[in-house]
């Protein structure tokens, strides 16, 4: 099972033996626990579920989970912890079990080639500029608010309508990204830490999947 479940802790630096610097952003990758095991026979695919980060009881000691998410982690004689996020692996060969504890250095190692998926920042309603990269229109010659405007968008008689997928202004990031081939640089078992080479989708805090790359250099 090459697949772990972390959040975002941020960006920093680390110097090799050869004293060359290399931006990391760093991990806090697991512990995480099978919470489901999917099969071809049963449910049509083969995947493995698993679920990170342990939630707190309230104040009175109750769950902070409803009842369908409890018994969810308790069926089948699981015991396992409330948990706040549950995410699916897809995977070729099932080599781990229900109720198993997977850390970090249980996954990968140094060395190791990764592919995290983030959900990117979100920019909220963004022109056509900023969204696309366009230029400006001209400052003169008698403009005084298309300076930043995209321009015709029309196609006259023929088609006579705006073609789908036009580039617009429109809603910007807040979307499912993949970042390829990055390298695991240090794994941390005791602090649960991982550090990869290089930059990953989202802000400080988002949930990220950590998986073996696919596309190896």
Do not use: W
């Amino acid at each position: 099972m090459k697949g772990i479940i972390g959040r975002k802790v941020g960006m920093t630096q680390i110097f090799d033996s050869n004293g060359q610097v290399i931006p990391v952003t760093v991990i806090k990758a697991g512990p995480c626990y099978v919470t489901q095991i999917r099969t071809e026979e049963k449910d049509g695919y083969s995947a493995v579920q698993l679920g990170f980060e342990e939630l707190p009881p309230k104040r009175n000691g109750s769950s902070r989970l409803n009842q369908p998410q409890r018994g969810h982690l308790k069926r089948n004689g699981l015991d396992l912890p409330d948990l706040r996020v549950l995410r699916e692996f897809r995977v070729k060969q099932i080599d781990v079990q229900e109720g198993q504890k997977l850390t970090v250095a249980d996954v990968f190692a140094p060395g190791e080639r990764v592919d995290i998926v983030g959900t990117s920042k979100g920019r909220g309603f963004a022109g056509t500029v900023k969204r696309h990269s366009f230029n400006r229109q001209p400052k003169t010659h008698g403009q005084s608010d298309r300076e930043r405007a995209h321009g015709s968008i029309g196609s006259t008689t023929t088609p006579g309508r705006v073609l789908k997928g036009t580039r617009m202004a429109g809603r910007m990031g807040g979307q499912r990204v993949t970042i390829q081939n990055l390298e695991v640089v240090v794994v941390d078992a005791e602090k649960h830490m991982l550090a990869v080479r290089g930059s990953v989708p989202g802000a400080k805090g988002g949930i990220l999947l950590i998986k073996q790359s696919r596309k190896q250099h």
